[in-house]
Each structure stands twice: as structure tokens, then as C-alpha cells.
């Protein structure tokens, strides 16, 4: 119970409507205690009213109007003139002297806390004023055993009541609380086991409906955020199943390659000139085809191999990469430029940056056959700031909107009707590997730039 939201919320309401009750007790203690004193003074008038109206009366009747009073003198001032109107022996001497004419809140309640803890019988001369103006001042003797009794038990009332009311108070808030506060939140508990026991389960995300404005913002939070993993864990399901596709795909493929490949090497024995200048390259496409299957196969996940560096000359790769693409433009108007010194060499892996720079270029090549005009792809590479640059250019009408925003994720990327959107993710985990990065310098109507920096040295090299 102590270790329950409802439980707490009950102690914690007692204990406070007992301290409430504790500030409202001293204050009505001192009331209680002027009142008493007040009823004193007004007892002591009336019986010496008695004395006022006959000069003389037997000392039995005087005792019983002084035991009816409670008090043992009565002086009364009238028409300037003090007189000892009723008088009996003290049992002590006069101990203090309070005056109710003038006492403010702060006096009676230090009178009043004083007179309570203060457990010896005591004398006391009390002064008032006399009611209904029947005199200038009225002034009384009196013992404080009786005032402290009647403050005990009234006080032990008050204290009763207040522990009646508090416990009252807390019963009701305790239910109201598990009705707003402990039921909703175990249902949202409970909803977050079952969502928990089978998160990819789309019925299992909870519907917010609490009525309390806080509870509902954070199931309407705890709704989203389910939302957004049954979609991603969806997606890793998708992205499973697709590299299984792709690793028996892969598999076939290369043995329909290998294939390809052997009939290749007598196709460069023909003695067509054109043959001969274009079989190396076909044989160097059919290989690096084989290998991408192989390394599919040989992984069966999608991070790549850590690239094996050499050195490697960019204006023969970049060279290889146009060849290829010059044969798929077709019809198209687009020429291809290169501004990369002859003797550059930079140090990298010769297959993955083929792989990266052929899908920039076409990338490139695609967005501006879509156009259905003339335009140009340009490769520009130079040394600066201790790494290489390299910039693949093109005229071509830019990336769209949602291209932009999804650049390097998966399936979300796509800037082409039906493309995946894994070309640019695969090139930047590449580039990646080697130590440096892709960006895309600017895209727009006037084209798009994309720059490649692998830095100088061994890949990881700081």
C-alpha cells in the first residue's frame, strides 16, 4: 500500500490536513481561552448586580454567586469610583494580571499556549470591560485549573474532528485519484506490456483516451512513438527479407556471369578490330559484375567490405566509367568532360570507387535523359587541404524536394520514377570506408554537383 501512487496520495493527504487543522487549532485554542475569560467577567457582573441592588446580603448567598462565577473578588469601577464588590479568601497569591481590553491576536495566542502547557494551579486577576456599559471597568480573581481543563477537552474535540475530516477528506481524494490517475495509467501500463510482448503487431499501439489533459499527452507521445517503431521494425523486416531476395538473386546472377564471362575470352580472339578495343572493357564490366556477387554472397549483409587500398591512376577509372555510360546514352544529346590532371594518383580502392563515381555519373546521365534535352556531365578532381576533391557535375534540372530531404536513406531517396534510392547510400558508406565523405555541394536548375573528399593517406587516418 505504502509503495502505491493511491496509497501515498492517502498518507500524504492526512498528514496534511492535520497540519492544516494543527495552524487553524492554535489560533481557535486562544479564541476558546478569551471567550472563557470573557464569560468570567460576564458571570462576575451579574452577581454583583445583586449587591447593587440590596447594600447588604449573608455571606452564604455572596459565596454562592462567587462559586456560580467562578471567581473569588469582583472589583467593579463605576462613575470613577473602584469598588470590591464580592470577596472570598485566595487560595494563592495573584500569579499574573491579564488585561482583554487591548489584547491583540499575537497576546492571547502566547497567553493562551502558555496557560496550556503550564500544568500548576494558579491565582490570576483578569480586566475587562463590563457589558452593556454598566460600568468603566470590571476585574476579577480567578484559578486557572478549571480554564486549563476546559481548553484540554476542547481542545481534544477539535483535534477528534479534525482527524474525522482529514481521513474523510483523503478517503475521497484516494478514490477520486484511482479514478483519474491510477486506473489510466495501469491501462497505459498495461498497454505498453502487451505492446511490448509483440511490438511489430500494428493493433497493439496504443489509442490514447484518457480525459486528464496531462495523462493524454503522454499516451498521445507513447502512440507516436509506437507508430514510429512498428514502422521501422516493419522496415528492418522488409530490409531482411530484401537481402535474402538479393543474396539468391546474387547467386544466380553470378553464375549466369561466369557464363558470360567465358564466352568473353573468345571474343577476344576475334580479329574485328572494334572487337578487340571494346572486349576488354566488356570483360572488365563482367568482372567487376562477378565480384559485386561474390562479395554479396560472401557477406550476405548490407555493410561492405573495408576497401583495398593501391595506387591508382583517376583519369584512366573515370575514362572506363564514360565508356560505359556513352554506350547506354543512346539518342540522347549528352556529352561527358573530364578536368583531372594526368598524372594525378590518389590512393583508394579501385572497384568501390568505380562503383561510386559510375553511380554519380549516372545518376546524372538519367536526370538529364529525362529532360528530354542536351546537356553535360563533367568530372573535375584536384589535391587541396591535404585530400583529394573530386566533383561530379552535370546540367541536369536538380534534385526534388523530397530527394533533398532523404539524400543518403534508403528507399526514400529516390530523385526517379522507380528508382530505390540506394545508389547515393551505398556510394557514401563506401566513401565512408575509405576515410572520407560525399556531399552534395549545390543542386538546382542550372544542375547538380556532388563532391567526393577521401583524404590523403590510409583510410581511418585522422
Known amino acids: 500500500m505504502l509503495n502505491t501512487l493511491s496509497g501515498r496520495f492517502l498518507i500524504l493527504t492526512t498528514v496534511f490536513v492535520m497540519l492544516a487543522e494543527v495552524l487553524i487549532f492554535v489560533p481557535s485554542i486562544a479564541r476558546f481561552r478569551e471567550d472563557y475569560l470573557l464569560l468570567r467577567l460576564e458571570r462576575a457582573q451579574i452577581a454583583s448586580l445583586a449587591l447593587l441592588a440590596d447594600d447588604m446580603i ?15 473578588n469582583v472589583v467593579l469601577r463605576r462613575d470613577e469610583a473602584r469598588q470590591l464588590v464580592l470577596s472570598s479568601p485566595l487560595p494563592h497569591p495573584i500569579d499574573a494580571t491579564f488585561d482583554l481590553r487591548g489584547a491583540g491576536p499575537v497576546v492571547l495566542i502566547r497567553d493562551a499556549m502558555a496557560r496550556l502547557f503550564d500544568p500548576q494551579p494558579r491565582v490570576i486577576r483578569l480586566i475587562g470591560y463590563p457589558t452593556n456599559s454598566a460600568g468603566v471597568l470590571i476585574e476579577v480573581t480567578m484559578e486557572t485549573a478549571p480554564l486549563r481543563m476546559a481548553m484540554i477537552d476542547y481542545g481534544l474535540r477539535i483535534l477528534a474532528l479534525s482527524a ?60 507516436m512513438m509506437q507508430t514510429q517503431l512498428t514502422g521501422a521494425l516493419k522496415q528492418k523486416e522488409r530490409l531482411a527479407q530484401l537481402g535474402a531476395a538479393v ?19 573468345r571474343i577476344e580472339m576475334s580479329e574485328d578490330p572494334t572487337v578487340r578495343r571494346m572486349a576488354p572493357k566488356l570483360v572488365g564490366s563482367i568482372s567487376r559484375a562477378v565480384s559485386l556477387c561474390e562479395s554479396t554472397l560472401k557477406f550476405g549483409r548490407a555493410e561492405e567490405p573495408a576497401p583495398s587500398l593501391s595506387e591508382i591512376k583517376l583519369w584512366d577509372l573515370v575514362d572506363d566509367v564514360f565508356e560505359a555510360e556513352r554506350l547506354a546514352v543512346g539518342e540522347a544529346e549528352i556529352s561527358f568532360a573530364e578536368d583531372i590532371p594526368a598524372s594525378l594518383m590518389l590512393r583508394a580502392d579501385a572497384e568501390q570507387l568505380y562503383r561510386v563515381i559510375s553511380n554519380l555519373v549516372r545518376n546524372a546521365r538519367q536526370a538529364i535523359e529525362a529532360t528530354r534535352q542536351a546537356g553535360e556531365i563533367a568530372v573535375r578532381a584536384r589535391e587541396a587541404d591535404g585530400q583529394w576533391l573530386i566533383d561530379v557535375a552535370d546540367t541536369g534540372p536538380g534534385l526534388p524536394p523530397k530527394a533533398r530531404e532523404h539524400l543518403f536513406t534508403a528507399f526514400q531517396g529516390g530523385a526517379r520514377k522507380g528508382g530505390a534510392g540506394l545508389g547515393l547510400v551505398i556510394s557514401a558508406e563506401l566513401i565512408r570506408g575509405h576515410g572520407g565523405r560525399l556531399d552534395l555541394l549545390e543542386t538546382g536548375e542550372a544542375g547538380t554537383t556532388f563532391r567526393i573528399c577521401l583524404p590523403m593517406g590510409d583510410a581511418g587516418d585522422p
Not at 449573608?58 to 473569588?72: M, Q, W, Y
Not at 544466380?252 to 568473353?264: E, G, K, M, P, V
Open 58 to 72: 449573608s455571606e452564604d448567598l455572596e459565596e454562592e454567586l462567587l462559586r456560580n462565577a467562578e471567581v473569588f
Open 164 to 223: 474525522v475530516i482529514s481521513i474523510f477528506t483523503a478517503v475521497l481524494l484516494f478514490l477520486a485519484v484511482r479514478a483519474f490517475l491510477v486506473k489510466p495509467i495501469k491501462r497505459l501500463v498495461g498497454d505498453m506490456q502487451a505492446y511490448a510482448a509483440a511490438p511489430e503487431d500494428a493493433r497493439n499501439i496504443h489509442a490514447p483516451r484518457a480525459g486528464v489533459t496531462e495523462l493524454r499527452e503522454a499516451e498521445e507521445a507513447l502512440s
Open 247 to 265: 543474396a539468391k538473386i546474387s547467386h544466380d546472377l553470378r553464375n549466369i556471369l561466369t557464363s558470360a564471362q567465358l564466352f568473353t575470352d
